[in-house]
């Protein structure tokens, strides 16, 4: 019986860290033999290709762009011209595909055709800050990015935490890098004091930092070093 393609799901590191140390060999080496990929950004997918090795140049490697206006028409191209029994890779910006990443679409259109979908270990920022923060990991919600306004932020801030109050769970949000300050502000702002809040910044990385402590702790200590590195905000009301 002829076996279906395969979408492979490949995670990619979170910020500059050797891939040993958070990638395994054999997804490593899975990476490397693959000659098509569909990706957000060719240059980045290049530079984890390179990190990683390959079989062959890496100019010889097609790689599919991804974004927001791509039709599916164009993704279910890409995904029938592997063929039956061939294979192709998908892989995010930073982390895990599909997983807050527009690579779902992918998946699901991979699912609709008949194609084997496979994801391979590897970081996931949510994951990694969630068990690393010591909040609830049963019950939680990951909520992307908050409103870039002040007033709607904060306003945001204070649903999220009436949710994690009522159903005692976990929230988690990202912001872009530069406004991680203004952000780490609003929370301190915003939140009640007996509120746990989780810092988690440039996880996997030799700059990784974690810590949690209720809101009216924090505003005792010194404010993190957040400017411009990738974090992860984790909060649970009381």
């Known amino acids: 019986m002829t076996q279906p393609g395969t979408l492979h799901l490949i995670p990619v590191g979170l910020g500059d860290a050797p891939a040993s140390s958070w990638l395994?060999?054999?997804?490593?080496?899975?990476?490397?033999?693959?000659?098509?990929?569909?990706?957000?950004?060719?240059?980045?997918?290049?530079?984890?290709?390179?990190?990683?090795?390959?079989h062959r140049p890496i100019q010889d490697i097609t790689i599919h762009t991804l974004s927001a206006k791509t039709d599916q028409a164009e993704m279910r191209r890409w995904l029938q011209a592997i063929g039956k029994g061939g294979e192709i890779g998908l892989v995010s910006e930073a982390g895990c595909p599909a997983v807050a990443d527009p690579g779902a679409k992918v998946v699901g259109l991979a699912h609709q055709m008949g194609i084997r979908v496979a994801p391979a270990v590897g970081p996931s920022s949510i994951l990694l800050g969630l068990m690393a923060s010591g909040l609830d990991g049963q019950r939680?919600?990951?909520?992307?990015?908050?409103?870039?306004?002040?007033?709607?932020?904060?306003?945001?801030?204070?649903?999220?935490?009436?949710?994690?109050?009522?159903?005692?769970?976990?929230?988690?949000?990202?912001?872009?890098?530069?406004?991680?300050?203004?952000?780490?502000?609003?929370?301190?702002q915003t939140l009640k004091g007996d509120t746990?809040?989780?810092?988690?910044?440039?996880?996997?990385?030799?700059?990784?930092?974690?810590?949690?402590?209720?809101?009216?702790?924090?505003?005792?200590?010194?404010?993190?070093?957040?400017?411009?590195?990738?974090?992860?905000?984790?909060?649970?009301?009381?």
């Open 24 to 54: 395994p060999n054999d997804v490593q080496q899975l990476s490397g033999r693959l000659d098509t990929y569909i990706a957000e950004n060719a240059k980045t997918a290049r530079a984890f290709l390179k990190l990683v090795g390959t």
């Open 140 to 188: 939680f919600a990951f909520h992307g990015y908050a409103p870039v306004q002040p007033a709607q932020r904060a306003q945001q801030i204070r649903l999220w935490e009436t949710e994690s109050r009522r159903h005692q769970q976990t929230q988690l949000f990202i912001e872009t890098p530069y406004r991680n300050g203004a952000m780490f502000q609003t929370l301190l």
């Open 196 to 238: 746990r809040l989780c810092v988690a910044r440039s996880l996997t990385t030799s700059e990784e930092w974690v810590r949690t402590y209720s809101v009216a702790d924090w505003k005792t200590l010194p404010t993190p070093d957040l400017d411009k590195k990738p974090a992860l905000f984790l909060f649970l009301a009381s």
